[in-house]
């Protein structure tokens, strides 16, 4: 059965640290809800109720957009290998970017990353835990290169003409503040 606590536990740190990947939902008042995939190594728990998350370059920016509007954020990871389980943090949410102090105190918990475009840290408020049980066995292969090959390939003048290009706006048309002062 399911469970709802306050913070991460030791235990569910350490299944969160075992995961590949994670999903994180955002949405605005009004517009579309978003829900996106998660990986390579890009989260740390900080803290039973602070985690923090490396957001790299995509070819959107919906969880910038919506945190602006909208501070709340889920995470949920589910165990695709092992004993069955979901796991959902929420919270409220704060973004940083390469020109905040938060940001570069975070980022060196990271692998160095070209594509590094925010860090998101997020006060967690509630975990619950769920079954899992109809989440299927999937076994993992290996990490995927290509996003980070693309990165490097493109070096830092190429990357921020890329987020001016195409992450300055969500879909909905939300200001992301990617670009701004």
């Known amino acids: 059965m399911g469970k709802q606590l306050d913070s991460i536990t030791p235990q569910l ?11 994180v939902g955002t949405a605005a008042a009004t517009g579309s809800v ?3 995939p998660k990986g390579t190594d890009s989260f740390r728990v ?3 109720n602070t985690i923090v998350w490396l957001n790299l370059t995509g070819s959107g920016n919906e969880t910038a957009a919506h945190l602006l509007k909208n501070k709340r954020m889920t995470i949920m990871f589910c165990a695709f290998e092992g004993k069955p389980m979901i796991l959902r943090l929420y919270g409220k949410a704060e973004i940083y970017h390469k020109r905040d102090n938060q940001f570069m105190k975070y980022e060196k918990l990271f ?10 840290e997020m006060h967690v408020e509630l975990v619950q ?3 899992g049980f109809a989440v299927p066995y999937m076994d993992y292969k290996e990490e995927r290169t290509t996003l980070n090959d693309w ?8 990357i921020e003409a890329y987020w001016k ?3 300055t706006q ?11 002062d």
């Open 46 to 48: 900080i803290d039973a």
């Open 151 to 158: 990165a490097s390939k493109q070096g830092s003048k190429n």
């Open 129 to 131: 835990t769920s079954c």
């Open 111 to 120: 692998p160095k990353n070209i594509g590094a475009r925010q860090i998101i």
């Open 13 to 23: 740190q350490q299944f969160i640290e075992q995961q590949k990947i994670f999903f």
């Open 165 to 167: 290009n195409k992450n």
């Open 170 to 180: 969500s879909i909905d048309g939300f200001e992301t503040n990617i670009m701004s």
């Open 34 to 36: 978003n829900v996106s």
